[in-house]
C-alpha cells in the first residue's frame, strides 16, 4: 500500500532550523524584526521542506487574490510618486487592489523579499527601484510570484529600465550644441544606501561626451548635495559665486533643478542669458517652470510594468520581458 507523503509543518520548520514556532511566525510575518542569522536559517528549513504556511495555501485555493503589491522605497521624492500614480491609474480599471510595501531599510528590504512570496497573498509584485539578489530572484521564481522590476533590472524576471548613463549624455551633447564649455554637475546624496543610485550612472554618461569633446570638468564643478531644495539652493549658489562660474548646470533630478532655478534668481543670474539649466526625469513641477530636461516617462514606467505583470499573471507561459523606455530631450525656456 502506497503512503501519501505529508505536507510539512510548522512543526518540521521548527525542528529543522532549531527555533521556536513564535519566531518561525514573527520571520513570515515581520522578518524584519528577527535577526538576520535567525531569519536565514529558518528561510533554509522552509525552502528545504517546501513548507507553504496555511494561509498562503489557503489563498492558493482561491481562484484569484486580486491584489498587486509594490515594494518602494520609503522616500518621497516626486519621481517614485509619478510612477505609483502610474501603476495606481492601471489597476483602477482592473479588479485589483494595490498593497504598498514601504522599505526603509535594507533589512526590510530583505525580509519582504523572503517573506511575501510566501504570505503576501498576492497576485503579482512590482519591485521598484531597489536592488534584488539571485537568492531573492529564485525564491521569487520557485514560489511563481509574477514580478516587473523597475530600474534594476534580472535576466530572469520582468523589468522595465531606463538607460541612465544615456541620459547624461544627452544633456551633455545638448549642452556642448549651444555652446558651452564651463560645464557644472549637480546631484543627490542622500538616497538611501538599500535603494539603487542612477545618479553615478547619469555623471559617467555626462563626463563621456565632454571627455569626447576634449572637456575636463574641474572638481570644484562636480557637487553634491542632499536632495532638498534649500540645501542645492546652496550648493548651486556656491558655484555661481565661483570667480569661473560655470555658464551651465545639469542637475541630475528636475526637483534640485529647481533649487538652482532658485539660486540663479536670487544672485539675479539670468536664465538662459547668463545659466543655463537641465534637469533629468520631467516631473509635472518641471513644465511649470519650464524647465528644459531629459524626460524618463516614470508615470509610463509604472503603467507598463503593471501590464507587463498582468499579462504574465493570465499566462504564466510567457517569457520574461526586458523594456527599454528611451528617453528623450525636452527643450523649454532654461536653456
Do not use: C, W
Not at 31 to 46: C, G, H, L, M, Y
Not at 68 to 89: H, W
Request: charged share 20%.
Amino acid at each position: 500500500m502506497s503512503s501519501v507523503k505529508k505536507s510539512p509543518t510548522i512543526y518540521d520548520v521548527a525542528e529543522l532550523s532549531g527555533v521556536s514556532i513564535s519566531t518561525i511566525s514573527r520571520v513570515l510575518n515581520a522578518s524584519d524584526k528577527v535577526n538576520p542569522e535567525t531569519r536565514v536559517r529558518v528561510f533554509q528549513a522552509i525552502d528545504k521542506l517546501g513548507f507553504v504556511p496555511k494561509a498562503e495555501a489557503r489563498a492558493r485555493a482561491l481562484s484569484k487574490t486580486s491584489r498587486i503589491g509594490v515594494v518602494t522605497p520609503f522616500f518621497t521624492a516626486p519621481s517614485f510618486v509619478q510612477r505609483l500614480r502610474g501603476v495606481a491609474g492601471v489597476l483602477s480599471k482592473v479588479n485589483y487592489d494595490l498593497v504598498i510595501y514601504t522599505v526603509d531599510s535594507a533589512d526590510r528590504l530583505r525580509g519582504y523579499l523572503a517573506s511575501l512570496p510566501l504570505t503576501g497573498n498576492i497576485d503579482g509584485l512590482v519591485i521598484m527601484s531597489l536592488p534584488i539578489g539571485e537568492a531573492e530572484a529564485q525564491r521569487l521564481l520557485e514560489h511563481n510570484i509574477p514580478t516587473v522590476l523597475i530600474e534594476y533590472p534580472h535576466p530572469d524576471l520582468n523589468s522595465v529600465e531606463i538607460d541612465d548613463a544615456e541620459g547624461g549624455r544627452m544633456a551633455a551633447q545638448y549642452l556642448l550644441k549651444k555652446g558651452h564649455r564651463r560645464i557644472a554637475f549637480l546631484g543627490d546624496t542622500d538616497l538611501p544606501e538599500y535603494a539603487i543610485h542612477p545618479v553615478s550612472l547619469r555623471l559617467m554618461g555626462f563626463r563621456q561626451v565632454l571627455s569626447e569633446a576634449g572637456i575636463t570638468i574641474p572638481e570644484a564643478l562636480v557637487r553634491l548635495a542632499p536632495y532638498t531644495q534649500e540645501q542645492t539652493r546652496q550648493v548651486a549658489s556656491e558655484l555661481l559665486n565661483l570667480d569661473e562660474p560655470p555658464t551651465a548646470i545639469f542637475a541630475a533630478t528636475d526637483f534640485q533643478a529647481l533649487g538652482v532655478l532658485k539660486a540663479a534668481r536670487q544672485l539675479q543670474v539670468r536664465v538662459p542669458g547668463e545659466l543655463a539649466v537641465i534637469g533629468f526625469d520631467d516631473l509635472d513641477m518641471a513644465e511649470y517652470a519650464d524647465l528644459t530636461t531629459i524626460r524618463q516617462h516614470l508615470d509610463e514606467s509604472g503603467r507598463l510594468a503593471v501590464e507587463i505583470l498582468l499579462a504574465h499573471i493570465a499566462d504564466s507561459s510567457r517569457p520574461s520581458q526586458h523594456v527599454h523606455i528611451p528617453l528623450s530631450l525636452i527643450e523649454r525656456a532654461t536653456v
